[in-house]
């Protein structure tokens, strides 16, 4: 919606007694001479005509600022990138998190093998997570998923 400015009705008036006021002083200053009286009544009306024209323009014209258009893009796609290595240190595999029956009754614990081979960063996992238990065989390593959590760690499928 543009919204056109109309000139107010005060400046519409001052110049016109404006104008009034210089075509009685031009007149009225000089005594009325024969024949060289119509030329510079025209030239009074032309200046008088050329100033209103002027006025009108000012008046009228669009008062809102020209805003700068930037070319258009199309659009794209966004890419996914990967997270910074700040971020994504704490993502561990949701592959790794396996069943194991003898640990307290069958609980579900991130395998340390698993973790070994699809995460780097084994060895910064907090130790208070870490559980040791006999599996039937021999002692197995893992980590207790909800602990993981509660540092800051959280289980992602890639």
Sequence with gaps: MTQRMQPKQHRKFIALILAASLAITGISSTPVQAGNDVGKVVAGLAVLGILGAALHDHNT???????????????????????????????LPAQC???????????????????????????????????TFWNGRKNRSAYKPRCLKQHGYRLVNR
């Design 61 to 91: 014209r669009d008062r809102r600022r020209e805003t700068v258009t930037r070319p258009h893009r199309p659009h794209r796609d966004p890419v996914t990138r990967p997270l910074p290595p700040r971020v994504g240190r704490y993502d």
């Design 97 to 131: 998190v396996k069943y194991f029956p003898r640990f307290k009754n069958g609980r579900s614990l991130v395998a340390q093998n698993c973790l070994r081979r699809n995460y780097g960063r084994v060895k910064s996992l907090p130790r208070s997570c870490k559980v």
